[in-house]
């Protein structure tokens, strides 16, 4: 079963957020999928993973990027229920619930901590599947910028 993680950022720090985590990963040699609901969110991602950095590039590709699956792409944007290079996370910014997810080492949720509906969504889903999942763990920006426990959802 995967780890489940649910981090809640300061406001406009999603993608910030994301990039960095995005990078802890690549730097792990493990491949990640980023899976959307709105296509408008999936591409603002794709055009931020090229341009957060002009020092530091995380190679990817999105569903429409035509590209043999027999090349290894570290990073995958995608709004289809799909895995094609073998992914072990899954990040989740815009709402997306995964239906299948037995494959997956980690699921990360990032949350704008003034974003209530998703907040709510997201709630919602943890109060679902709180009973079948030993390792959920919430992740709060503190005062001086760092992370620290703290179950966001009660």
Do not use: C
Not at 116 to 128: C, G
């Amino acid at each position: 079963m995967p780890k489940i993680i649910f981090y809640k950022t300061a406001p406009l720090e999603v993608e910030k957020t994301l990039f960095s985590l995005i990078d802890k990963t690549l730097k792990k040699n493990l491949n990640s999928i980023l899976i959307f609901e709105d296509i408008k969110k999936l591409n603002l991602i794709n055009d931020f993973l090229w341009v957060h950095k002009q020092d530091s590039f995380l190679p990817h590709l999105k569903n429409d990027d035509e590209v043999s699956t027999e090349i290894d792409i570290p990073i995958y944007l995608t709004t289809k229920e799909e895995n094609p290079y073998d992914a072990k996370i899954l990040f989740s910014i815009d709402g997306y619930i995964p239906k299948k997810i037995d494959n997956f080492e980690r699921l990360v949720f990032i949350i704008d901590a003034n974003d209530n509906i998703l907040t709510e969504k997201y709630k919602k889903y943890y109060l679902e599947i709180k009973s079948d999942f030993k390792d959920i763990v919430f992740y709060k920006r503190n005062e001086n910028g760092g992370w620290e426990e703290n179950n966001f959802m009660r």
